[in-house]
């Protein structure tokens, strides 16, 4: 039975561990056991196991039959999964949220283009990336598929540190998100949707690991 003291918990351990997985310390693959995750966070395994059923529906950690919970794949299987998955239901919800968009929404929208643009860090520009597609989605009314897109989005975000790592990262200006906005702002939907998918596509491109 989860408990209030409980939920308290599993959003530790989640939140503890989806870090370690996006920021790459823990590798694909890795092992999880709920016995050692327990000890580490003085729990019992009640919370462990609703944590790493959260991590699984947030496209982190898979449950493989006679292996256990373990870190996700980063393979060109998994990157195209993601990115497919991303370039759907995003777009779905930009069709239902585009209509809503007010001028707060959009100033929220640039602000999280211009930390972007502004980013020093790759761990400041993904903040702002992730701010950026949350706000473009926000006023959609659907809270399910914003639930699946954030689970996504965390996946994304391993995919862009993973490339970090081995490519390097360097300050630049985001001439996609900024389409998008200005597509937006003309209430050209179409266009905007279509530049989403160019975009998330590209994204996927830059991320697959060479063949």
Avoid: Y
Wanted: aromatic share 2%; charged share 25%; hydrophobic share 45%.
């Amino acid at each position: 039975m989860i408990t209030a003291d409980n939920v308290t918990t599993v959003a530790r351990i989640a939140d503890s561990i989806a870090e370690r997985i996006i920021s790459g310390a823990l590798e694909p693959d890795a092992p999880l056991r709920q016995d050692h995750v327990a000890r580490e966070f003085n729990s019992s395994h009640v919370p462990v196991r609703e944590a790493f059923r959260q991590l699984q529906a947030q496209h982190l950690v898979v449950a493989v039959p006679r292996r256990g919970v373990r870190v996700a794949p980063l393979d060109t299987r998994s990157v195209k999964e993601i990115a497919e998955m991303r370039a759907a239901l995003e777009v779905v919800a930009l069709r239902h949220s585009a209509p809503r968009l007010t001028t707060a929404h959009l100033a929220r929208i640039e602000l999280a283009l211009i930390e972007g643009d502004n980013a020093k860090t790759i761990e400041e520009f993904e903040t702002a990336n992730r701010a950026f597609h949350q706000a473009l989605v926000a006023p959609c009314g659907m809270p399910r598929l914003l639930a699946s897109l954030d689970g996504l989005q965390l996946a994304n975000s391993r995919l862009v540190f993973a490339m970090a790592r081995t490519v390097g990262w360097r300050p630049r200006s985001n001439q996609d998100h900024r389409l998008i906005l200005q597509a937006l702002r003309t209430r050209n939907i179409d266009q905007a949707c279509n530049l989403l998918t160019r975009h998330i596509q590209t994204i996927e491109r830059l991320t697959l690991p060479a063949s």
